[in-house]
């Protein structure tokens, strides 16, 4: 239970569990649509066969982390089964906190019954009419105060049915024009970050998963803040958490090594590291892992345990409630304009 490798959160290939072949045991696992069967009559019941069989199989001692991106809008990896949804800004124009709450409560309790126990939502970056940094319309509002509010009710709604949720992307991309996924973006001037980061004030704790972007800013220059201290840990508008790399297969830190990535990661006060794409880089990231002192590990070990030992039990998968939740949720999604 003190390898390295539980430290990361994998994605991986396959529909059913015979068919995961990872070469280590992480301590999560992260699902993306290349898992999940479309079909919206079969695909639902073997996502949760696939989570099942992946707990017999890495969470025998303690729980695996299980995570998917559901926001809703551009960004739902459910969306072949349940169809188009509104995403955050929508709600909180159309409807604002309770829309927002009531939103993120109808995902918990979908993805409760699939099996999963993370979601990584809402986003709390500012909204900035730049869809080509990737983000658009997942953000709620230009304004701190109004972007926490909206994501702090989606967390409300989505927390009470025991799914964990996360802010992202720390400390903000708000005013970015690169997509991170393909280069490092960056922000000049430092008042700019501190408004961004303004917004993950009121919402963070030592409790809360927090999603650290690939983004550089004066501070962090030349490294992206997810890969420096003094921009997660060390932060200086005191925002704490549990705080992980977003994907470190992406391009906006595809400039360091694996072993600069997951060494800088670890020094940085990261908790967990998330790699999502291809077999190469969750094998590289694993490997790299590996090779670092256990002293720079067991903290990150330590923290990760403590977190997965207060996980939800799954509940059962109850087909019945599944096709209500999807008539509910159809329903929901029909009424926002």
Known sequence: MNSPHQLLWTGFRGLDPTEVDLP??????????RNLDPDPGLGPARCRALIDGLQSRFGADLPLAVALDQEGGPVSRLRPWTGPTPPLRQLWTWGGPSACSAWGRLWGEGLR????NVDFAPV??????HPEAGIGDRAASALPAEAATAAGAFLHGLESTGVRGCLKHFPGLGGT?????????????????????????????????????????PASDPLPASLHRASVVDNPWGVQGRFLPDDLEMGGCADWSWD????????????????????????????????????????ALASTQAMRRHLPPPVFFDPQAWNDWIARLQTAAGRVS
């Open 260 to 299: 600069d990535r997951v060494r800088l990661s670890l020094e940085a006060g990261h908790q967990w590291l998330l790699v999502c794409q291809t077999p190469a880089g969750w094998t590289a990231c694993a490997e790299a892992a590996g090779r670092l002192p256990a002293a720079l590990c067991a903290p």
């Open 124 to 129: 709390l970056d500012l909204w900035d009419g």
């Open 113 to 116: 019954l699939l099996g999963f």
């Open 177 to 217: 024009t690169l997509d991170s996924h393909q280069g490092l973006p960056a922000l000049a001037e430092a008042a700019q970050v501190d408004r961004n980061a303004a917004a993950f004030v009121p919402l963070a704790h030592p409790d809360r998963l927090v999603m650290v972007a690939h983004l550089r800013t």
């Open 24 to 33: 280590f045991q992480p301590g999560g696992i992260i699902l993306f649509a």
